[in-house]
């Protein structure tokens, strides 16, 4: 093989292996929100994901719940709808003044797309249903409360949420955005689970039935009206973006041990919200 031509599969090969822009939890991050809330959901509900599923899926939600990232280069309307850009440095999340995409078109942010797909799938059942495609919906919305649980899905401007702040990963580079989505779940993976997501999954969800347990009922709920109740899982994850993970970052700092064992509980708090209120959602939507 002449030089070019390895030079080509290895470029071609780094594309798989680096996905440049990334929105929401990686791929664990997102397959865990779906494997805790598929056992979590009632009959009627359980029954209307394994008819909206596609056979393929052989009735597993984790199985397509990065569907959405997957098709944003097909669906490049969809994009915008992972995230929520909020003033800098505000640390607040208001509907009204931030769910909108870069053109100023409202409604256009993950809690806004939550809201539109739970909609969409209420009329399950109904002569109204064909208007949609609830398979779609479905997915949609499992792994939009996924991501609306991601910190920096609900972070400032001018950084994208993190998009654009350079920083090391022990010693690896990438940028802060990604840290949250993905490394701090790998390097989590590495140390505690045998590199096995299903290890990572078993342990949130004993935490989820001991000490947790008593927060899961407040987890389920929401304030006004019923769930999903994407205002308040974004109200919280500004607040967890400021707190922790913007928090004693800058250009080029180098994040290793200090940083990852005082976030993790923050990346395993918000995996398992996620979960628990995907679940919370979808009882109440086919219940
Ligand atoms: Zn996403």
Redesign the pocket.
Known sequence: MKLFEIQILVFVALLFVCPLFV??WGVDGHLTVCRIAQPRLSEAAANAVKDLLPASADDDLGSLCSW??RVKFHYPWSSPL?YIDTPDNLCTYLYSRDCKDENGTKDRCVAGAINNYTSQLLSYGKDAASQYNLTEALLFLA??VG?IHQPLHVGFTSDKGGNTIDVHWYTRKTVLHHVWDDNIIETAEQRYDNSDVDELIDALQKNITAEWADKVKTWETCSSGKPPCPNVYASESIKAACNWAYKGVSENSVLEDDYFLTRLPIVNLRLAQGGVRLAAALNSIFG
């Open positions: 929105h929401g959405a990232d992972h792994h939009f991501d």
